[in-house]
């Protein structure tokens, strides 16, 4: 089997539950997925659904109730507290909905910081943010702070400073949640570049049908599993259980969201092809 054919991150039976006013809350049950290297994966689903709190295990904030998720091979949870903090900070690159650049540093500054934070040498963490910031278009506002940059501009920002340690992972909350429809469409652009360039396995969570159908692999979180996006979708053997293959939403709300991103595909990519025609400003 060559490193391609193994899963960067195989999920075997996690479910996760929560205590609630004395009640048990189950927001995950026997969750089965496998993530390849290099992929890009939109995770979709109604609020409440459990799709922040399948990113947050993906990202090793919380850990599950039961079963094990693997990472190259390793049962990442068995690793201590500090050695789960090594390995986001070593791993993983995270992206939210509001961006939480630090307000009296420039986005060169801010990008910088995890490499500053790191004890880096301040000149390989400076060429290093610039590189980052010429990689997602902004090499003209590097000395601006992100009160004088756009929304779009500032969450690029923050893409950049989440990719500064070169994670493997990419895991991104709503990142386009905040953002009008162009300056998304600019953000879903980005995101496909840096896969493309860079082989950052990407996994989103969005209610945003025109960001999911950028992504080639999708899935809906319906009552606490994974199931396809689009039922019988042969890109997802392998990835799920042979058994939820053909499935489809037993929520009834899941289907609108099913519908909506159909659609997107329909439209023939008009809005992120729009942005790169116009370099994705915003």
């Known amino acids: 089997m060559t490193e391609s054919e193994i899963p960067l991150i195989d999920i075997q039976d996690l479910s996760k ?68 903090a090594k390995f986001r900070n070593d791993q ?18 801010n990008v910088m910081m995890p490499g500053l934070i790191g004890r880096m040498n301040q ?31 500032q969450q690029r920002v923050a893409v950049a400073r989440a990719l500064f340690k070169k994670p493997r992972l990419l895991l991104a909350d709503e990142p386009t949640g905040n953002l009008d429809l162009r300056t998304g469409a600019g953000i879903h652009a980005i995101l496909r570049e840096l896969n493309e360039k860079t082989g950052v396995t990407v996994v989103v969570v969005t209610h945003d049908p025109r960001l999911a159908e950028t992504m080639p692999i999708r ?18 053997e392998g990835r799920l259980p042979e058994a939820l293959l053909d ?14 991103v159909t659609d997107a595909e329909n439209v023939g990519h008009k809005l992120t092809g729009g942005a790169e025609e116009t370099g994705v400003n915003g």
């Open 123 to 153: 000149k390989k963490a400076e060429d290093r943010a610039q590189q980052l910031l010429d990689d997602v278009g902004l090499a003209g506002r590097v000395h601006h702070q992100p009160g004088e940059l756009s929304g779009g501009e």
């Open 247 to 260: 499935a489809r939403p037993r929520e009834p709300g899941q289907m609108r969201l099913v519908e909506a």
């Open 17 to 84: 539950t929560f205590r609630h006013r004395g009640e048990k809350l189950t927001v995950l049950k026997d969750l089965s997925f496998r993530i390849f290297r290099g992929d890009r994966i939109a995770i979709m689903g109604p609020s409440g659904a459990g799709k922040s709190t399948l990113l947050q295990l993906l990202g090793t904030l919380d850990a599950p109730t039961k079963g094990t998720m693997l990472f190259d091979g390793e049962d990442i949870f068995r690793r201590s507290s500090s050695g789960l």
């Open 219 to 236: 899935v809906l979180v319906d009552e606490g599993r994974l199931i396809p996006q689009r039922p019988g979708d042969e890109r997802m």
């Open 92 to 109: 993983i690159g995270f992206v939210f909905q509001f961006h939480h650049l630090l307000p009296e540093f420039t986005a060169l500054e």
